[in-house]
């Protein structure tokens, strides 16, 4: 209906200011043609027309169109009726008054029909259709009696004057109810067109009407009375299977036949000499023609209308049974027969149908054999003091698939207490019962984690005192098992001395700062003995006036971790002193050693690089927690003093083992001061290669770095050995247990490092991809 207004509301908009004036032109011409039809033809003796369709035009377009056409409608039969009474040999005063009413009768019906059923009115109905005629004849009434005054002042006929108002009343009010009907009927179209099938059947239906009607009441003699049923049988044939636009139109062919022959005397209606009576005959026949047509197709309408509302509904039920996954069925116990809604073969898994109509006993073959007993016993509960039973059963369907039901349903029965019937719904419930299930056993599993993880949480009633705690809470606080709620003293008994006053006063600051969260650690007594420490997430929600009204928390058992975190920083706090301690003996011990030849500055500034080597590293391994160190970083750091883009770098990824990454710094200082004093960094041209690669010797690995030095000063052999050489050729093999092979080749000091894989923290395989390191990330700043 919504819909329909709306389209209604949008048809009278005017899309343009020509439609006002094209209406006005067409009822117009229409109002003056059918009144001058009226008055030349239909006219009695005392001045009236005894059929006025222009009341009906008038009528018809207000009710179709709406109040948008009052102004147009009103000015075209004024025009229209004024133009018709003058040409009528009508006095001008005689013309303006029976013009006035000519308006006034078609807006008062309207205004009518308007205000009881409003503006989207149609003939559909058996209550629309009285209140039509009841409007057809109060706006003819009324104008009538205007009129009536009207010709009294301008005529003297001598009818009288009841004969005048009734003759007035009838032909207007025929005209209305003969033409009107149609006009509303096509306005309805516009909304909402008819099928090709319907507009064809009742096209034809209404052209053999009109050929039946013309033979009909044209015959002479008696002929017409073959011929009359049928013309009367079509109209109830079109109020049956159409539309009552449809029969309006049959009404007004049939009504057009009888005003023809009426007025002209032909068929058997001619038999009737008096024009008078002949007018009389007519309009009753007029009336009872419109009236059985209109009332016929508006319980036809109101039958359809029904049907297709009780259509949609089952059409609505049956589509919200299937969204909710829900089955209706009654079960008759005289029979034993069942019925079942049709998606009880989706839910059911019935492809066949076998079960949709099964009786009770082989139903319940089909329940799980665990809930059979239980359903058995629900049905046999069922009395007159207990009609109703719900129940949740598990079914088994002919294909195989469980699914679980649930069943609501009511019994009925006689006045004696016997049963009748049983009706019911049953719902697919398989998913929640699944998802239940899976509830169930996460809830275990989470207890269960809890537990093994020393996890727990709780939830704390500030009003009450009270909190709700987990299986985990209960195993991290001591209590016995299966506890679940505890009170906030029991809580406190268990906390440490030492750290209850602090975590108290940590929790009234919250609440006073109406923080949503706080968090910290303390330590609860076991009633064994043993303390364990807490670590607390707290989150709290609050009444409106600022107090405390929910406080929902995670505790877990921190004791390893605060007991691993109390050593490591033991650890590092005392490797840190020790290793400055060292490194400091180191310094000094070398710093005041003598030198063995040369200047006492080069000895010194040598001994020092060294040490800052060690430091390097040193530094490396305390930022990585001595958990070793990337050669990769090593070789950037050591490189990093002596090249200036002239060193090509790469190996696969390798971190050292603490032990392992000093002894290599080490030698790699070495090899480096002597490429800068004497070898590949002391010319431009010289070039360093630096690669590492593993090594496989059947299930042992070993790391292989090689250094080769290109380009620098030709290398002569040393007559002796200094402290350098002997770190690069004895530090590796005496700390690690490797290999060193040192050449002084002519081209470029070349030296062979191979480390066993115990050393590597990481042994990545041999087929590992290498990853290049270029001269500019060596020269990166530290």
Same mark, same amino acid.
Not at 461 to 472: F, L, P
Not at 547 to 574: F, M, N, S, Y
Not at 604 to 632: N, Y
């Given at each position: 209906?919504?819909?329909?207004?709306?389209?209604?509301?949008?048809?009278?908009?005017?899309?343009? =200011?020509?439609?006002?004036?094209?209406?006005?032109?067409?009822? /117009?011409?229409?109002?003056?043609?059918?009144?001058?039809?009226?008055?030349?033809?239909?006219?009695?003796?005392?001045?009236?027309?005894?059929?006025?369709?222009?009341?009906?035009?008038?009528?018809?377009?207000?009710?179709?169109?709406?109040? =948008?056409?009052?102004?147009?409608?009103?000015?075209?039969?004024? *025009?229209?009726?004024?133009?018709?009474?003058?040409?009528?040999?009508?006095?001008?005063?005689?013309?303006?008054?029976?013009?006035?009413?000519?308006?006034?009768?078609?807006?008062?019906?309207? =205004?009518?029909?308007?205000?009881?059923?409003?503006?989207?009115?149609?003939?559909?109905?058996?209550?629309?259709?009285? /209140?039509?005629?009841?409007?057809?004849?109060?706006?003819?009434?009324?104008?009538?009696?205007?009129?009536?005054?009207?010709?009294?002042?301008?005529?003297?006929?001598?009818?009288?004057?009841?004969?005048?108002?009734?003759? =007035?009343?009838?032909?207007?009010?025929?005209?209305?109810?003969?033409?009107?009907?149609?006009?509303?009927?096509?306005?309805?179209?516009?909304?909402?067109?008819?099928?090709?099938?319907?507009?064809?059947?009742?096209?034809?239906?209404?052209?053999?009407?009109?050929?039946?009607?013309?033979?009909?009441?044209?015959?002479?003699?008696?002929?017409?009375?073959?011929?009359?049923?049928?013309?009367?049988?079509?109209?109830?044939?079109?109020?049956?299977?159409?539309?009552?636009?449809?029969?309006?139109?049959?009404?007004?062919?049939?009504?057009?036949?009888?005003?023809?022959?009426?007025?002209? /005397?032909?068929?058997?209606?001619?038999?009737?000499?008096?024009?008078?009576?002949?007018?009389?005959?007519?309009?009753?026949?007029?009336?009872?023609?419109?009236? #059985?047509?209109?009332?016929?197709?508006?319980?036809?309408?109101?039958?359809?209308?029904?049907?297709?509302?009780?259509?949609?509904?089952?059409?609505?039920?049956?589509?919200?049974?299937?969204?909710?996954?829900?089955?209706?069925?009654?079960?008759?116990?005289? *029979?034993?027969?069942?019925?079942?809604?049709?998606?009880?073969?989706?839910?059911?898994?019935?492809?066949?149908?076998?079960?949709?109509?099964?009786?009770?006993?082989?139903?319940?073959?089909?329940?799980?054999?665990?809930?059979?007993?239980?359903?058995?016993? #629900?049905?046999?509960?069922?009395?007159?003091?207990?009609?109703?039973?719900?129940?949740?059963?598990?079914?088994?369907?002919?294909?195989?698939?469980?699914?679980?039901?649930?069943?609501?349903?009511?019994?009925?029965?006689?006045?004696?207490?016997?049963?009748?019937?049983?009706?019911?719904?049953?719902?697919?419930?398989?998913?929640?019962?699944?998802?239940?299930?899976?509830?169930?056993? !996460?809830?275990?599993?989470?207890?269960?984690?809890?537990?093994?993880?020393?996890?727990?949480?709780?939830?704390?009633?500030?009003? *009450?005192?009270?909190?709700?705690?987990?299986?985990?809470?209960?195993?991290?606080?001591?209590?016995?098992?299966?506890?679940?709620?505890?009170?906030?003293?029991?809580?406190?008994?268990?906390?440490?001395?030492?750290?209850?006053?602090?975590?108290?006063?940590?929790?009234?600051?919250?609440?006073?700062? !109406?923080?949503?969260?706080?968090?910290?650690?303390? !330590?609860?007594?076991?009633?064994?003995?043993?303390?364990?420490?807490?670590?607390?997430?707290?989150?709290?929600?609050?009444?409106?006036?600022?107090?405390?009204?929910?406080?929902?928390?995670?505790?877990?058992?921190?004791?390893?971790?605060?007991?691993?975190?109390?050593?490591?920083?033991?650890?590092?706090?005392?490797?840190?002193?020790?290793?400055?301690?060292?490194?400091?003996?180191?310094?000094?011990?070398?710093?005041?050693?003598?030198?063995?030849?040369?200047?006492?500055?080069?000895?010194?500034?040598?001994?020092?690089?060294?040490?800052?080597?060690?430091?390097?590293?040193?530094?490396?391994?305390?930022?990585?927690?001595?958990?070793?160190?990337?050669?990769?970083?090593?070789? !950037?750091?050591?490189?990093?003093?002596?090249?200036?883009?002239?060193?090509?770098?790469?190996?696969?990824?390798?971190?050292?083992?603490?032990?392992?990454?000093?002894?290599?710094?080490?030698?790699?200082?070495?090899?480096?001061?002597?490429?800068?004093?004497?070898?590949?960094?002391?010319?431009?041209?010289?070039?360093?290669?630096?690669?590492?690669?593993?090594?496989?010797?059947?299930?042992?690995?070993?790391?292989?770095?090689?250094?080769?030095?290109?380009?620098?000063?030709?290398?002569?052999?040393?007559?002796?050995?200094?402290?350098? *050489?002997?770190?690069?050729?004895?530090?590796?093999?005496?700390?690690?247990?490797?290999?060193?092979?040192?050449?002084?080749?002519?081209?470029?000091?070349?030296?062979?490092?191979?480390?066993?894989?115990?050393?590597?923290?990481?042994?990545?395989?041999?087929?590992?991809?290498?990853?290049?390191?270029?001269?500019?990330?060596?020269?990166?700043?530290?």
């Amino acid at each position: 209906m919504q819909i329909r207004r709306a389209a209604h509301s949008h048809v009278r908009r005017w899309p343009s =200011w020509t439609n006002p004036i094209g209406l006005a032109v067409v009822v /117009g011409v229409a109002y003056f043609f059918a009144a001058q039809l009226s008055l030349v033809l239909l006219t009695k003796p005392d001045g009236v027309a005894v059929f006025w369709p222009a009341a009906g035009i008038a009528s018809g377009t207000l009710i179709a169109l709406g109040s =948008w056409a009052r102004l147009p409608v009103a000015l075209g039969v004024m *025009t229209a009726s004024a133009l018709a009474s003058l040409f009528g040999d009508r006095s001008i005063a005689a013309a303006i008054i029976f013009a006035l009413c000519n308006v006034g009768e078609p807006l008062l019906v309207a =205004w009518l029909i308007k205000q009881r059923f409003g503006n989207d009115f149609r003939l559909e109905s058996l209550h629309s259709v009285l /209140g039509f005629f009841a409007a057809a004849g109060t706006g003819p009434a009324i104008s009538g009696s205007v009129a009536t005054v009207g010709f009294i002042l301008f005529y003297s006929s001598g009818a009288p004057v009841l004969a005048t108002w009734l003759n =007035w009343f009838a032909s207007d009010a025929l005209g209305i109810i003969m033409v009107a009907p149609l006009l509303i009927g096509l306005g309805g179209l516009r909304r909402e067109l008819p099928e090709k099938s319907e507009l064809a059947a009742g096209t034809l239906t209404l052209a053999a009407l009109a050929v039946v009607s013309a033979i009909a009441f044209g015959s002479p003699g008696h002929h017409w009375y073959t011929v009359l049923p049928l013309g009367l049988l079509l109209p109830a044939l079109l109020a049956a299977y159409c539309r009552p636009v449809f029969a309006a139109a049959a009404a007004l062919i049939l009504g057009l036949a009888v005003v023809w022959t009426t007025t002209f /005397g032909i068929g058997d209606l001619g038999g009737i000499p008096s024009l008078h009576d002949r007018a009389y005959a007519g309009r009753a026949i007029l009336l009872a023609i419109s009236a #059985c047509t209109l009332v016929l197709a508006a319980l036809f309408a109101e039958r359809r209308s029904k049907e297709t509302a009780l259509e949609d509904s089952n059409d609505r039920l049956a589509d919200g049974l299937a969204a909710g996954q829900v089955m209706a069925f009654e079960w008759d116990a005289v *029979t034993g027969r069942s019925r079942r809604s049709d998606n009880a073969r989706l839910i059911l898994g019935d492809e066949d149908g076998k079960l949709v109509a099964a009786g009770g006993g082989e139903f319940l073959k089909h329940v799980h054999p665990d809930d059979r007993a239980c359903f058995k016993a #629900c049905l046999q509960k069922v009395c007159p003091d207990n009609p109703t039973y719900a129940l949740n059963f598990r079914f088994r369907g002919l294909g195989g698939r469980e699914v679980w039901l649930e069943e609501a349903a009511r019994g009925e029965f006689e006045a004696t207490g016997k049963l009748l019937r049983i009706k019911g719904l049953t719902r697919d419930i398989t998913e929640r019962k699944t998802a239940e299930l899976a509830l169930a056993e !996460r809830t275990m599993q989470l207890a269960l984690a809890g537990k093994a993880a020393l996890v727990g949480s709780f939830t704390y009633d500030a009003d *009450t005192e009270k909190m709700q705690i987990t299986a985990g809470y209960a195993t991290l606080h001591g209590f016995p098992d299966g506890t679940t709620e505890i009170t906030r003293r029991q809580w406190q008994r268990g906390v440490h001395p030492e750290d209850l006053l602090r975590w108290e006063e940590l929790r009234s600051r919250a609440f006073r700062e !109406r923080r949503e969260e706080y968090s910290g650690r303390y !330590r609860v007594a076991r009633p064994d003995g043993e303390v364990r420490w807490i670590e607390a997430r707290v989150f709290v929600s609050y009444h409106s006036d600022g107090r405390p009204q929910r406080a929902v928390g995670v505790d877990i058992d921190v004791t390893e971790r605060q007991r691993a975190e109390e050593h490591q920083r033991t650890l590092h706090a005392e490797l840190d002193h020790r290793v400055k301690n060292v490194l400091a003996t180191v310094s000094a011990i070398i710093t005041q050693t003598p030198k063995a030849d040369g200047s006492l500055a080069d000895y010194v500034t040598g001994l020092d690089d060294r040490i800052k080597s060690l430091a390097r590293t040193h530094e490396l391994l305390s930022d990585s927690h001595w958990h070793g160190v990337s050669l990769e970083e090593i070789v !950037r750091r050591e490189l990093a003093p002596f090249t200036a883009g002239n060193a090509t770098v790469g190996g696969p990824r390798v971190t050292l083992k603490a032990d392992a990454a000093q002894a290599v710094a080490m030698v790699l200082h070495e090899l480096a001061t002597n490429a800068a004093k004497y070898g590949a960094f002391s010319k431009r041209d010289g070039r360093l290669l630096l690669r590492w690669r593993w090594l496989s010797n059947g299930s042992s690995h070993r790391l292989a770095i090689e250094w080769q030095e290109l380009g620098g000063p030709p290398v002569l052999q040393p007559s002796q050995f200094g402290y350098g *050489t002997s770190i690069v050729r004895e530090l590796i093999p005496f700390e690690l247990g490797g290999t060193v092979d040192l050449d002084f080749a002519p081209d470029g000091v070349r030296c062979r490092l191979e480390i066993p894989a115990d050393w590597i923290r990481r042994a990545a395989p041999a087929s590992e991809d290498s990853r290049g390191l270029d001269a500019a990330r060596l020269n990166a700043p530290d």
